[in-house]
């Protein structure tokens, strides 16, 4: 699954050590409520699909927990620079060399649409 959008609130799951966001958000100020990468996911996603006859899905809910969070952020940072891939469990389908394959080719469609960095 690629992600499309990661929401600001309603973290209330403690993580592995415990810890819980004293607001229930990412961004505790001033944030929007939903941040979404400028990436043209669904253009990359039928690339992608077109040379692995993989399903490649575009989701809108990463989960609300450590993931969301994490993308949360990063969208926060950079939304024209950032995607979030949810990795399979691997299967007879799902390997980790079609697994590699797919995050490799996801990149590399991204890229062209990736300004460079400021210097």
Do not use: W
């Amino acid at each position: 699954r690629i992600e499309r959008c990661a929401c600001n609130t309603d973290y209330c799951r403690k993580d592995i050590n415990g810890t819980l966001s004293e607001t229930g958000k990412c961004i505790p100020d001033h944030a929007p409520q939903i941040l979404t990468t400028t990436l043209p996911l669904d253009d990359i996603c039928v690339r992608v699909q077109r040379q692995t006859n993989l399903p490649i899905v575009i989701s809108d809910n990463a989960g609300r927990y450590l993931c969301e969070y994490i993308y949360y952020q990063s969208l926060f940072i950079d939304s024209k620079r950032t995607i979030f891939i949810h990795i399979p469990g691997l299967d007879e389908k799902f390997t980790i060399e079609n697994v590699a394959k797919v995050i490799q080719l996801i990149i590399y469609e991204a890229l062209p649409y990736v300004d460079s960095l400021p210097k």
